[in-house]
């Protein structure tokens, strides 16, 4: 009997399509036949069904195992991944998926359900059995945590990114759903992505804060000082209304100042003695900068967005190599980039406010090179230099940004500063007459003062101020020397007077210490209650005397001022005379 018709006979006579009837004929003839090739037909038969006999319980024991391994793999711990794509089979009977676990590393799981490998898309999180053979299904949760990066290049499945610490770039796939964004040109070159490099995915672009400032370090966020120049300095510097005027010709006629070759960019260096208002006068500068961004655009003061950067040293400088380059780095993109946001006004025009940049005590950062030994700060301050370059920083010189800085030793900063940077420098110096009267008028205000019945409170002013001033800067006034100061090359001394060392803040301080005094006196129940004009020269005299017991041969050039180019030898503190000052009103 041929091999094919055995077969033939096999499957006939095992298949329920022939009828019953023809397949015990053919048994039959199968039995009683004496050939070789029908025993060796009957035998098989025989094996097949003695095999079959046990078949149906095998397959429900092999299907309980199943079942049991299956449901060990679901409840069982599971491992979180990252789907990339499906590994084509090449004639393999298994599906398997490519993805990236936690820490990066890649692995190639089996798909047991078609279905849902069918329906997964790249970047979606899925679940893997404790081992990682197989994946088990998509993750519920979504992935929206992670590192942030600035979109440099889109190149089809993939995209290339920077992080905002450093230059380096990288490489990396990207999500179905990013893609589907770049395919609808919704993602713009420099839009903030969510990341991973580790698995090296970038997910999809970060939603704009409710706060568009939110990521800025060195943005400051307090309230505007509430210092108005005309009301709060006795003697204010000019060139608090000269930016302001130029900041207001930036937001409304730029054109006109273009026509001139004219920097958008204003840099001013405030520099003087310690407690001579340079800080008091960049707050009215910062202040009435804000009163013209607001009369400009409609929009009240408290409604216009955050635009001061301060510099902070705890924020620039870091222990770590190379850090502080970076810090410098991103204070200027900062900067630059604070001064590309815009608000609209009242009117719905889109306007470009002015950044303002604040290095106070600039002479931390900004000394003159060489100084340093190991040349971990000349590095840093480098690094500024070529950064806030306006000739070469070509981001700065085009933008509205008013750059204040801060120094009470102009002698000590880098010249390259100023040769680079450019704007001017503010002297403050110590009161002269006219200055020291006019600070006097706005302490004394609205403070009660002492005086005859029914006089009006501005003539009380009005004498005290006159009469403290003529104290201090009249002939009689001068002719008490507080301290005697030698210098080399010479044998005649020079005599200093309380009004050589005068400053808004000693002024300050001896204002508080007469209303204090006054305030006192009429809680004991003074007859004249208010300011006097001798409580208020003793307290000057105090202060003062205060100053001058600090004064040495070696710091005496930060309190009086000295010629340039002259050595002290000695100074000599003379004591007060029997006479108080007060009685020179006599």
Partial sequence: MPTVKKIQTSVMLLTDKVPLAHRRI????????????????????????????????????????????????????????????????????????????????????????AVLGESLKRGDSVLL????????????????????????????????????????????????????????????????????????????MIPSPIDPLSGFRFLSREPVP??????????????????????????????????????RSITMLLTGVSGSGKTLSLNAAIRRIYEVMSDVTGLPIGALPPRVIRLKMSKLLSQWLGKSDKNADRLVDEITELAGHTV?????????????????????????????????????????????????NAALRDSLIVMFATTNVPHLLDPAWLRRVGGRTCTFGRLRRRAFAAVLDKQLRDRPLAGDNGTAPDELKRRLVRNVTGA??????????????????????????????????????????????????????????????HGLLDAIEDQVRAVVESVTPANVAEFVDVP???????????????????DILR
């Avoid at 009689?476 to 010479?490: K, V």
């Avoid at 002024?507 to 305030?519: L, N, S």
């Avoid at 340039?564 to 003379?574: A, F």
């Fill in 26 to 113: 053919l048994l039959a003839d199968i039995c009683q036949s004496d050939s070789e090739e029908a025993a060796k037909l009957l035998d098989r038969l025989l094996k097949a069904a003695a095999q079959g006999d046990g078949g149906e319980d095998h397959f429900k024991e092999k299907t309980k195992e199943l079942e049991a391994l299956i449901e060990g793999l679901e409840n069982g711990p599971q491992r979180s991944a990252v789907f990339l794509n499906l590994v084509p089979a090449n004639g393999a009977p298994l599906t398997r998926a490519l993805v990236k676990l936690s820490d990066g590393t890649p692995a190639y799981p089996i798909v047991p359900d």
């Fill in 129 to 204: 059995s404790a081992r990682g053979e197989a994946l088990l299904s998509r993750d519920a949760g979504s992935i929206d945590v992670g590192e942030e990066a600035r979109l440099e290049r889109w190149m089809g499945d993939r995209v290339e990114v920077s992080l905002r610490t450093g230059d380096e770039r990288h490489l990396l796939h990207v999500a179905e759903t990013l893609r589907a964004r770049l395919e609808a040109d919704e993602v713009p070159k420099g839009t903030a992505l969510l990341v991973c490099l580790r698995r090296a995915i970038a997910f999809d």
């Fill in 226 to 263: 509430d210092v108005i120049a005309a009301r709060d300095i006795g003697d204010p510097p000019e060139f608090i209304e000269r930016i302001a005027e130029v900041c207001r010709q930036e937001m409304t006629s730029p054109e006109r100042r273009r026509r001139y070759g004219l920097r």
């Fill in 344 to 392: 609209t006004d009242a009117s719905g025009r889109t306007v470009e406010l002015p950044v303002i940049v604040v290095l106070e005590e600039f002479d931390g950062i900004a000394r003159r090179r060489g100084l340093d030994h190991d040349g971990i700060y000349d590095r840093i301050q480098t690094t500024l230099l070529q950064r806030l370059d306006h000739t070469a």
């Fill in 472 to 533: 201090l800067f009249s002939p009689n006034g001068a002719a008490r020397p507080l301290i005697e100061i030698q210098f080399a090359g010479t044998t005649t001394p020079c005599f200093k007077h309380g009004r050589d060392f005068l400053t808004g803040s000693v002024v300050d301080r001896a204002v508080q210490q007469a209303a204090e005094a006054a305030c006192q006196a009429e809680q004991a129940g003074a007859d004249t209650p208010g300011i006097t004009i």
């Fill in 564 to 582: 340039d180019g002259t050595r002290v030898t000695n100074t000599r503190r003379i004591e007060a005379q029997a006479i108080p000052a007060r």
